[in-house]
């Protein structure tokens, strides 16, 4: 009896198993265009800390109290009119902004200046990281199963690509990586990210996860984008987003002789190429040449004219088509596996 009791007092006096803590994600922010000045704020108050190494100085800044942080001339910031070589903010729902953009997150943000502007990076949970790209990735309306689908890739993505902004950060906020810039995720995105936490898309261990909004009618490979080859992936038959608007498209643009020049050195049409469509985009604009599959380019009355299908890379997931399964009924590990066809689904519990 004794020996039962001193038992069973060693188990409720020991400590609870703590909870295991979730991965964090540093995000760069602004990567589109990095500032020279971004001002910061809260509706709760949040911990402001300047400075480096020696004579930082730290302070609790009240709800609704803005901050702005630029670069200074010595190379470093400034902030609050201190100058120091990094601001660290700690709070909850941040807001920042800068030349019209905004971000929120909650987490630690450290601001540093580099060649002249403001590097930006937010260590945040990862399933806030995963809420925000699911959200600024998809839209309003889409069906859940649809975004289950896609935050499951997204997931793999953050596996698979982590640290392409090393040392600094994992990934940033633009399109480069995932866009990550939705400042009011729905209860829909919340919901799918969740939920996509029992979902596994692996081949071997490889984990599958590129997608694009159009493949105007067949996927693509990563061997016939870029070159390379990349376990998971199989060119699939897509007849389901023939009714999107980028199916197959036609945009002009201004005979310059910028872009006459890109014009003679792209192959003959019809071509998969990508390099040709982010050389137009970074000559005039991401418009014009929606995707790397151009059938025909034309010139009449001092402008060209390029035709094509799809839009953006076309390998792995058509979004547009993933969304009409989705309507369909489908469930996400359907229509992962359609997109998918030598990957491995599983779900962990009950579908």
């Known amino acids: 009896m004794l020996a039962t009791l001193l038992l069973l007092c060693s188990i409720l006096a020991s400590p609870e198993?703590?909870?295991?803590?979730?991965?964090?994600?540093?995000?760069?922010?602004?990567a589109q265009s990095t500032p020279r000045s971004v001002v910061i704020s809260s509706t709760t108050p949040f911990t402001?800390?300047?400075?480096?190494?020696?004579?930082?100085?730290?302070?609790?800044?009240?709800?609704?109290?803005?901050?702005?942080?630029t670069v200074a001339k010595d190379g470093g910031v400034i902030a609050q009119g201190h100058g120091g070589a990094e601001v660290k903010i700690v709070g909850e729902g941040i807001m920042l902004q800068s030349d019209g953009r905004r971000r929120r997150v909650s987490g630690e943000l450290r601001i540093a200046a580099a060649a002249g502007q403001l590097m930006v990076v937010?260590?945040?949970?990862?399933?806030?990281?995963?809420t925000v790209a699911l959200a600024s990735e998809s839209t309003v309306g889409e069906p859940l199963q649809y975004l289950i689908a896609l935050s499951v890739?997204?997931?793999?993505?953050l596996r698979t690509h982590r640290g392409r902004h090393q040392p600094s950060a994992d990934l940033c906020?633009?399109?480069?990586?995932?866009?990550?810039?939705?400042?009011?995720?729905?209860?829909?995105?919340?919901?799918?990210?969740?939920?996509?936490?029992?979902?596994?898309?692996?081949?071997?261990?490889?984990?599958?996860?590129?997608?694009?909004?159009?493949?105007?009618?067949?996927?693509?490979t990563p061997q016939q984008v870029w070159h390379k080859e990349e376990p998971g992936y199989r060119s699939v038959a897509c007849g389901f987003c023939k009714r999107g608007k980028w199916h197959r498209w036609k945009r002009a643009a201004r005979a310059t002789p910028q872009l006459e020049e890109l014009v003679k050195q792209a192959p003959f049409p019809p071509f998969i190429n990508d390099d040709f469509k982010i050389a137009v985009g970074r000559a005039i604009g991401f418009n014009v040449v929606l995707s790397n599959t151009v059938e025909k380019i034309e010139r009449r009355n001092g402008k060209f004219w390029f035709s094509g299908r799809g839009f953006g890379h076309r390998v792995g997931l058509c979004c547009a088509g993933g969304v009409t399964l989705a309507r369909r009924g489908k469930s996400a590990t359907q229509i992962l596996q359609w997109y998918f066809p030598d990957a491995a689904i599983a779900v962990i519990g009950k579908e």
């Open 17 to 30: 198993t703590a909870p295991p803590v979730e991965p964090a994600v540093r995000l760069l922010l602004f």
């Open 48 to 69: 402001f800390t300047i400075g480096g190494t020696e004579g930082q100085s730290s302070e609790q800044a009240s709800s609704g109290t803005r901050i702005e942080v």
């Open 122 to 130: 937010a260590t945040i949970p990862e399933r806030e990281y995963l």
């Open 153 to 157: 890739l997204q997931r793999n993505y």
């Open 173 to 220: 906020d633009n399109t480069h990586c995932q866009r990550a810039d939705n400042i009011n995720p729905s209860p829909t995105a919340k919901r799918a990210v969740a939920e996509s936490e029992r979902v596994r898309c692996v081949v071997g261990n490889i984990y599958p996860c590129y997608y694009s909004a159009n493949c105007g009618g067949r996927t693509l």
